[in-house]
């Protein structure tokens, strides 16, 4: 008798498919923030032809929308296309293509694209070299290539102190990988990240750090934030005991009065590195 193995990208599109409706609800309230943030930073106007790689649900496709660009997503996980294609339909933004597609093989023409970007997408692709190398080839010579992935763990503050009450509270909790780090860190390093632009053939390279300030009105919107954002944090959370995830809220609800000197809620940070450059002249 034989199995059926699933190859890589299969496990990936079902993986952030299970993920969908709980990042949704959310996740999404917060990568939208980043993307504003981000895209203040970024020429994007009226008739801007714009690709947001790995888009899940549209943290940065909808407000380049927003700003009248015309917009291409794309996301391997067929739920997240779906949501992104919603939340346009919502808005009424319809100058949005949200397509299912794998962003390792673009299925789209060369320098077709002013602004080539992804938050938190490119980064997770298990060959980030091929993913980014796709963005500069859709891009035209002289437009713009714009990635946005976390920096440091310690600095995004929904998951180390997620982290922090997890070693606390579960006994022999193995923490998060340092070497080398989950995916969701890999360009945490700015050197590292100037380097992979530069390898990825892009000029006028740059990498600056930004931070955003979130409001968690709870413990359980912290953990309900770390469980849907990303296939690992689901596992921490999903493998706990009843009394282990009682005494994680305990924890969380602790350290977010403390910030907030006594309130239920606080403010926390999240660092991002945002690297750009742009696809040289023939």
């Not at 943290?59 to 996980?77: C, F, H, Q, S, W």
């Not at 953990?223 to 009394?243: K, Y």
């Amino acid at each position: 008798m034989s199995t059926r193995t699933e190859h890589p990208a299969e496990q990936i599109r079902t993986a952030w498919d299970a993920l969908a409706p709980g990042f949704d609800r959310h996740t999404t309230p917060h990568t939208m923030r980043y993307g504003e943030q981000i895209l203040d930073e970024t020429a994007i106007g009226p008739g801007t032809r714009f690709l947001d790689v790995g888009a899940g649900s549209g943290a940065l496709a909808l407000p380049a929308a927003r700003r009248g660009a015309r917009v291409v997503a794309v996301d391997i996980a067929p739920a997240m296309v779906e949501r992104l294609a919603a939340r346009a339909r919502e808005e009424g933004l319809d100058h949005v293509r949200a397509l299912v597609m794998d962003g390792e093989h673009l299925d789209l023409e060369d320098d077709a694209f002013d602004v080539s970007a992804s938050l938190n997408g490119v980064s997770l692709f298990p060959d980030l070299e091929r993913g980014l190398a796709e963005m500069v080839r859709v891009t035209r010579p002289g437009g713009t290539v714009l990635v946005a992935a976390f920096g440091s763990p310690r600095d995004a503050e929904f998951i180390a102190w997620t982290l922090g009450a997890l070693r606390a509270a579960v006994p022999g909790f193995a923490g998060m990988p340092t070497d080398p780090p989950p995916l969701p860190f890999r360009l945490a390093d700015p050197n590292r990240f100037s380097a992979v632009l530069r390898e990825a053939g892009l000029v006028e390279g740059n990498v600056h750090r930004t931070v955003t300030d979130t409001f968690f009105a709870s413990a359980a919107e912290v953990l309900d934030t770390v469980r849907s954002s990303h296939p690992l944090g689901a596992q921490w959370i999903t493998g706990l005991t009843g009394s282990q995830a009682a005494e994680v809220r305990r924890i969380l609800e602790g350290m977010l009065r403390e910030r907030s000197g006594g309130a239920p809620g606080a403010v926390l940070h999240t660092a991002l590195n945002i690297g750009t450059g742009r696809p040289p002249a023939p």
